[in-house]
């Protein structure tokens, strides 16, 4: 997670990575501990982090508790300060990053290889080993030299995949937007997941977006 707005569609994805069976190494940039805070009033502590993790995943896209299952033991968490993590070195086995929300400042420092903290330095590493990396941009309007930037992470390899909701597929509630954005980055990285209704076509035929 890096510091850019939208904490829910960082939750989203992790509550559907964990339904998927799939373990997490979990880090949570300084900006993002941030923005977590005015998102939501949780103060994500790195001595408490299972207590602060478990209480923000429990909340849906409007704050309120929802019915969320949500179990923590797949989820390993790194500090962004620690240069030494596991996520640090290719030898370290993952099947892939994802980063989410991208802030511009994140994806400037990913796509210049700078590694200032785990999270580029991780994102960089996922980049090197020529595994999938998916950066979920999430602002507006985009500078020339973010989509430079961005350009550049594409070409490097990396799905670039807009924190942009598709109306299709019949939203009513703010979760369902956010649950798409989750699946449009779940579906970048080859994860299965039933977030939201896939378009068949008009007829029953076919699939868009």
């Not at 890096?2 to 880090?27: F, I, K, N, Q």
């Not at 290719?90 to 990053?97: E, F, L, P």
Request: hydrophobic share 45%; proline share 4%.
């Amino acid at each position: 997670m890096s510091g850019a707005s939208g904490t829910p569609y960082a939750a989203s994805v992790l509550r559907a990575l964990l339904a998927a069976g799939e373990s997490v190494d979990l880090v949570v940039s300084r900006a993002s501990r941030l923005t977590l805070l005015d998102e939501t009033g949780i103060s994500f502590r790195d001595a408490h982090w299972r207590e602060d993790l478990g209480e923000w995943l429990a909340r849906g896209a409007d704050g309120k508790p929802a019915s969320f299952d949500v179990d923590l033991d797949a989820v390993r968490y790194w500090s962004a300060g620690d240069l030494a993590a596991g996520p640090s070195s290719g030898s370290y086995a993952t099947k892939g990053m994802l980063v989410v929300p991208a802030s511009t400042a994140c994806v400037a420092g990913v796509a210049l290889g700078l590694s200032k903290d785990l999270l580029q330095r991780a994102a960089s590493v996922t980049l090197k080993e020529r595994r999938p990396l998916v950066v979920a941009v999430r602002e507006t309007p985009l500078n020339g030299q973010t989509l430079r930037h961005l350009v550049t992470l594409d070409d490097a390899g990396a799905s670039v995949v807009p924190a942009s909701p598709g109306f299709y597929a019949g939203a009513t509630h703010i979760q369902d937007l956010v649950d798409f954005v989750a699946g449009r980055v779940l579906d970048a990285a080859g994860v299965e997941h039933g977030l939201y209704r896939r378009w068949r076509g008009a007829l029953g035929g076919g699939s868009a977006d």
